[in-house]
């Protein structure tokens, strides 16, 4: 029942019994007095209990002390707990057996033009083989383009580089200026050797700086003067026995090859062939030679008539540069003609 209910009652209760009751009362108060003394006092005595009343009513302070977890009565059933979620396991990696293969971007094969290179372009005077009698003076004149990136000066000139310089002056200056895609013809006064046979003299350019250079993809490559100086025009040898190398032609195989760096450190192999044909019986002695004048090679071959035969040489050719570079093997005939021969027998290896 509500508090201020009860209260009410009380009062309403008091109040009767006080009014119903014969009671006497002293002299200094009324009845009426009485009545109202005792229903006021009546009134003080609910109203403190009210207060008291509200005052026990407070409700308790909340307990903030984290609960502890209830323990579990034996034989009772374990309340279900929920499940914790799946962890999620990552798929598996695949883990390579081996390096990753990568594919080489091929390089570039443009071979930059160098500053100082030349042309040969022509013998104007005294072709390869050319008689000239013994001790005769003659003037030897070549063609020679400028191919190169820089001009040539009055600082550059035509030097003697190996072989048989046949009293030619070493260093003659050039007449002018040549710039890169012009022509100039270059000339040396020489004196045939009195001795028999073919003489080669090597000659070179040279630049301001004294560095040397000629024709090629290199720019490294010597040109040269080859005579015959014997007995006769005919064969430019000695000899009266009528048996001569006529002509020999020069093939390489391959003539052109593109490979990689490591294989040109390695070494290339060249096959050179050489058609060798003579006018009769009897034996010819060869080398195989650069066009700087490096023996490779020597051997002889047989002949029982007039004929042509073949030789062979393997040639090992090795660079250590990325580009692309020009050779050339060349054959000298020692016997019966002192002649050398260079028809063909040029190839281009090209390093990647």
Known sequence: MPQRL?????LLLTIFLLSSCNLPFGNSLSEADAVRTSAAQTVEVLRTQA????????????????????TPIPGAAVPATKPPLPSMTPPNTVVPTKDATFTKVPTSTFVP??????DFVADVT?????????????????ALKNSGSCTWTTGYSLVFASGEQ????????????????????????????????????????????GGAFGWG????????????????????????????????????????????????QAGVNYVFTGNITATGTGT????????????MASDAIEFTGAATKSVT????????????????????????????????????????
């Open 113 to 118: 033009i160098p500053c100082d290179r030349a």
């Open 126 to 142: 005294v072709p390869d083989n050319s008689y000239v009698a013994p001790g005769a003076t003659f003037t030897k004149t070549w």
């Open 51 to 70: 207060a008291g009343a509200s005052v026990a009513n407070t409700l308790p302070p909340i307990n903030t002390e984290t609960p502890k977890p209830a």
């Open 217 to 264: 993809i290199n720019g490294d490559q010597a040109f040269w003067v080859m005579i015959n100086s014997g007995s006769t025009a005919a064969t430019g040898t000695s000899g009266t026995s009528g048996f001569v190398v006529t002509s020999v032609s020069i093939s390489v195989s391959p003539t052109s090859l593109t490979t990689t760096l490591a294989n040109c």
């Open 166 to 209: 046949m009293g030619g002056q070493a260093v003659t200056s050039l007449p002018g200026n040549v710039l890169p895609g012009q022509t100039i013809n270059l000339s040396v006064n020489l004196t045939s050797p009195t001795t028999p046979g073919t003489h080669t003299g090597y000659w070179r350019l040279q630049n301001a700086n």
């Open 284 to 295: 010819v002695t060869y080398e195989w030679r650069k066009t700087d004048g490096t023996v």
């Open 6 to 10: 009860k209260i009410t009652h009380l």
């Open 313 to 352: 040489y393997n040639y090992t050719f090795i660079s250590n540069t990325i580009g692309s570079n020009a050779s050339q093997l060349q054959l000298y005939i020692n016997n019966p003609n002192h002649q050398l021969f260079s028809n063909g027998g040029t190839f281009i290896l090209t390093c990647n």
